[in-house]
Protein backbone atom coordinates (compact mmCIF):
# COMPACT_ATOMS: atom_id res chain seq x y z
CA UNK A 1 0.00 0.00 0.00
CA UNK A 2 1.30 3.36 -0.91
CA UNK A 3 1.36 5.96 1.29
CA UNK A 4 -1.11 9.37 -0.01
CA UNK A 5 0.89 12.57 -1.05
CA UNK A 6 -1.19 14.48 0.80
CA UNK A 7 -0.01 13.32 4.39
CA UNK A 8 -3.48 11.95 5.56
CA UNK A 9 -1.67 8.96 6.55
CA UNK A 10 -3.94 6.72 4.37
CA UNK A 11 -3.36 4.75 1.80
CA UNK A 12 -3.38 6.70 -1.44
CA UNK A 13 -5.83 3.92 -2.68
CA UNK A 14 -8.38 4.89 0.35
CA UNK A 15 -7.47 8.69 0.12
CA UNK A 16 -6.71 10.75 -3.20
CA UNK A 17 -6.99 7.94 -5.32
CA UNK A 18 -10.59 7.96 -5.88
CA UNK A 19 -10.84 11.33 -6.61
CA UNK A 20 -7.46 11.46 -8.74
CA UNK A 21 -9.70 8.99 -10.83
CA UNK A 22 -13.03 11.07 -10.93
CA UNK A 23 -14.65 10.42 -7.83
CA UNK A 24 -16.39 13.65 -6.31
CA UNK A 25 -14.05 15.38 -2.90
CA UNK A 26 -16.60 14.92 0.00
CA UNK A 27 -15.11 18.40 1.29
CA UNK A 28 -13.29 21.64 -0.17
CA UNK A 29 -10.30 20.15 2.04
CA UNK A 30 -10.77 16.84 0.15
CA UNK A 31 -10.00 18.27 -3.15
CA UNK A 32 -7.07 20.48 -1.81
CA UNK A 33 -5.46 17.74 -0.60
CA UNK A 34 -6.30 15.67 -4.13
CA UNK A 35 -4.77 18.86 -5.98
CA UNK A 36 -1.59 18.74 -3.99
CA UNK A 37 -1.39 14.88 -4.69
CA UNK A 38 -2.10 15.48 -8.30
CA UNK A 39 1.09 18.08 -8.55
CA UNK A 40 3.22 15.44 -6.53
CA UNK A 41 1.83 12.52 -9.49
CA UNK A 42 2.00 14.97 -12.30
CA UNK A 43 -1.62 14.10 -12.81
CA UNK A 44 -2.17 17.87 -14.84
CA UNK A 45 -5.41 16.15 -16.01
CA UNK A 46 -7.09 16.38 -12.34
CA UNK A 47 -5.63 19.67 -11.92
CA UNK A 48 -7.77 21.31 -15.06
CA UNK A 49 -10.89 19.11 -14.46
CA UNK A 50 -10.88 20.73 -10.82
CA UNK A 51 -10.26 24.34 -11.91
CA UNK A 52 -13.74 26.37 -12.00
CA UNK A 53 -14.96 27.64 -15.19
CA UNK A 54 -13.95 30.57 -15.25
CA UNK A 55 -10.59 30.01 -14.58
CA UNK A 56 -9.98 27.16 -16.13
CA UNK A 57 -9.23 28.45 -19.24
CA UNK A 58 -6.22 30.28 -18.16
CA UNK A 59 -4.78 27.22 -16.40
CA UNK A 60 -1.64 27.29 -17.74
CA UNK A 61 -0.45 23.85 -18.28
CA UNK A 62 2.79 23.47 -19.51
CA UNK A 63 3.68 26.03 -16.61
CA UNK A 64 2.35 23.73 -14.16
CA UNK A 65 4.13 21.01 -15.92
CA UNK A 66 7.54 22.57 -16.09
CA UNK A 67 7.53 23.63 -12.58
CA UNK A 68 6.16 20.47 -10.62
CA UNK A 69 8.77 19.10 -12.55
CA UNK A 70 11.01 21.04 -11.17
CA UNK A 71 10.75 20.49 -7.76
CA UNK A 72 10.34 17.70 -5.35
CA UNK A 73 7.42 17.84 -3.38
CA UNK A 74 8.38 17.02 0.53
CA UNK A 75 4.92 18.06 3.26
CA UNK A 76 1.21 19.36 2.92
CA UNK A 77 0.36 20.92 5.76
CA UNK A 78 -3.59 22.01 6.38
CA UNK A 79 -3.14 25.00 8.25
CA UNK A 80 -6.93 25.76 8.36
CA UNK A 81 -10.62 25.44 6.74
CA UNK A 82 -13.49 27.41 6.51
CA UNK A 83 -16.56 26.23 5.55
CA UNK A 84 -15.81 23.70 2.36
CA UNK A 85 -17.62 20.34 4.49
CA UNK A 86 -20.47 18.27 3.45
CA UNK A 87 -22.97 20.60 3.47
CA UNK A 88 -21.65 23.50 2.22
CA UNK A 89 -21.67 25.49 -0.80
CA UNK A 90 -18.04 27.35 -0.39
CA UNK A 91 -15.39 26.84 1.50
CA UNK A 92 -11.32 27.98 2.01
CA UNK A 93 -8.35 25.80 2.70
CA UNK A 94 -5.10 27.30 4.06
CA UNK A 95 -2.04 25.58 3.23
CA UNK A 96 1.47 24.81 3.37
CA UNK A 97 3.04 23.23 0.96
CA UNK A 98 6.69 22.43 1.76
CA UNK A 99 9.22 21.47 -1.44
CA UNK A 100 12.55 21.91 -2.40
CA UNK A 101 13.66 23.69 -5.82
CA UNK A 102 17.53 23.79 -6.43
CA UNK A 103 18.66 22.18 -3.40
CA UNK A 104 17.02 24.46 -1.20
CA UNK A 105 13.87 24.52 1.24
CA UNK A 106 10.70 26.61 0.28
CA UNK A 107 7.40 27.17 1.52
CA UNK A 108 4.54 27.56 -0.88
CA UNK A 109 1.48 28.97 1.75
CA UNK A 110 -2.02 29.40 0.21
CA UNK A 111 -5.47 30.39 1.06
CA UNK A 112 -7.54 28.36 -1.66
CA UNK A 113 -11.12 29.07 -2.28
CA UNK A 114 -13.44 26.53 -3.56
CA UNK A 115 -17.36 26.26 -4.19
CA UNK A 116 -19.41 23.22 -4.96
CA UNK A 117 -20.46 23.25 -8.44
CA UNK A 118 -23.33 20.40 -10.25
CA UNK A 119 -22.46 18.34 -6.85
CA UNK A 120 -18.08 18.47 -7.26
CA UNK A 121 -15.88 21.02 -5.43
CA UNK A 122 -13.97 23.45 -8.16
CA UNK A 123 -11.33 25.24 -6.87
CA UNK A 124 -11.50 28.76 -7.68
CA UNK A 125 -8.58 31.03 -6.83
CA UNK A 126 -6.38 31.18 -4.03
CA UNK A 127 -4.11 34.11 -2.54
CA UNK A 128 -0.30 32.76 -2.26
CA UNK A 129 2.48 33.53 -0.81
CA UNK A 130 6.24 32.24 -1.70
CA UNK A 131 9.07 32.08 -0.13
CA UNK A 132 11.36 32.45 -2.92
CA UNK A 133 9.73 31.11 -5.90
CA UNK A 134 7.02 32.62 -7.98
CA UNK A 135 3.31 30.86 -8.25
CA UNK A 136 2.79 27.11 -9.01
CA UNK A 137 -0.59 27.61 -11.16
CA UNK A 138 -0.89 30.02 -14.06
CA UNK A 139 -3.75 31.49 -12.37
CA UNK A 140 -4.08 34.94 -11.26
CA UNK A 141 -2.62 35.64 -7.96
CA UNK A 142 -1.64 37.55 -5.45
CA UNK A 143 2.32 36.69 -4.42
CA UNK A 144 3.93 38.24 -1.36
CA UNK A 145 7.69 37.24 -0.85
CA UNK A 146 8.26 37.14 2.81
CA UNK A 147 11.85 38.35 3.99
CA UNK A 148 13.95 36.73 6.21
CA UNK A 149 13.64 39.52 8.35
CA UNK A 150 9.94 40.05 8.19
CA UNK A 151 7.46 38.86 10.51
CA UNK A 152 6.31 35.58 10.06
CA UNK A 153 3.28 35.08 7.88
CA UNK A 154 1.73 32.05 10.28
CA UNK A 155 1.09 35.40 13.09
CA UNK A 156 3.48 33.59 15.92
CA UNK A 157 5.13 37.60 15.94
CA UNK A 158 8.72 36.14 15.60
CA UNK A 159 10.69 37.20 12.72
CA UNK A 160 10.26 34.63 9.38
CA UNK A 161 13.86 33.34 10.13
CA UNK A 162 13.14 32.25 13.70
CA UNK A 163 10.00 30.64 13.11
CA UNK A 164 8.81 29.22 9.85
CA UNK A 165 12.18 30.19 7.81
CA UNK A 166 14.52 27.84 9.93
Known amino acids: MQPCPCGSGSSLEACCGPILAGAPARTAEALMRSRYTAYVLGDFDHLERTQAPETRLAFDRSRAESTARAVEWTRLEILATSGGGE?????????????????????????????????????????????GQASVEGTTRRVTKVGRNDPCPCGSGKKYKKCCGA
Open 87 to 131: ADQTGTVEFAAHHRQGGQAHVLREVSRFRREQGHWVYIDGQVSVE
